[in-house]
């Protein structure tokens, strides 16, 4: 089975800092990786999906992007709203599979 | 915009069965090209894949999970359930239902979730 790690576990920073989140895979996952924004009390939140597409309706400070098994997200400048928990997730369809790293929470620096 | 609510009890006892309702608006569980989700939060744990429904009736589950879980589609009231069997505590958790393309095997739009807690 593919494995994910995620780091760091958590971070401080400020508003206004730029944020960098790593996924790693175990093995090659042809680029379906995707990122969510989880809130207490809020559904998720797609922000990335395929490693550097932007869902619709998501701010442009958020981007994605690969390097071999390492999937970065990047949050070019933190805003209040963006204190959160970051997961990755890995997808496949064949078979069909769905593994979500153990998460990034962003707080208050 | 596609907009999912669960529905179903918030507290079920040990061995019995945990059953959830999600009610699609804004989009059709019978559009081709979407899969319809079910995901978890376990407390002080992360997401986990539960499993999915395809626009067609398909459905794929975890491997830890499916021998327990059985999904349907009611393309009449327009909504998808998911039943998990013989549940313990270790099922307690925020269930999530959720659509995107099968394209991208990406969860486009969630519901807001629901706390089920197993116990007696």
């Known amino acids: 089975d593919i494995q994910m790690t995620q780091f760091p576990s958590s971070l401080s920073a400020s508003v206004g800092d730029r944020v960098t989140i790593t996924c790693r895979a175990s093995q090659t996952i042809n680029g379906f990786l995707n990122w969510y924004q989880l809130k207490p009390g809020k559904a998720p939140q797609l922000l990335i999906y395929a490693a550097s597409s932007l869902h619709s309706g998501v701010p442009s400070r958020f981007s994605g992007s690969v390097s071999g098994t390492d999937f970065t997200l990047t949050i070019s400048s933190l805003q209040p709203e963006d204190y959160a928990t970051y997961y990755c997730q890995q997808s496949s369809d064949n078979p069909p599979l769905f593994t979500f790293g153990p998460g990034t929470k962003v707080d208050v620096k | 915009q596609v907009q999912l609510q669960e529905s179903g009890p918030g507290l079920v006892k040990p061995s019995q069965t945990l059953s959830l309702t999600c009610t699609v608006s804004?989009?059709?569980?019978?559009?081709?090209?979407?899969?319809w989700y079910w995901i978890r939060h376990l407390p002080g744990k992360g997401l986990e894949w539960i499993g999915y429904?395809?626009?067609?009736?398909?459905?794929h589950y975890s491997p830890s999970l499916g021998s327990r879980l059985s999904m349907s589609l009611d393309t009449s009231k327009n909504q998808f359930s998911l039943n998990m069997f013989a549940v313990t505590v270790a099922d307690t958790a925020v269930y999530y239902c959720?659509?995107?393309?099968?394209?991208?095997?990406?969860?486009?739009?969630w519901g807001q979730g629901t706390l089920v807690t197993v116990s007696s």
């Open positions: 804004g989009g059709s569980v019978s559009s081709g090209g979407f899969h």
């Open positions: 959720a659509t995107g393309s099968s394209y991208s095997l990406s969860q486009d739009y």
């Open positions: 429904i395809s626009y067609s009736g398909n459905t």
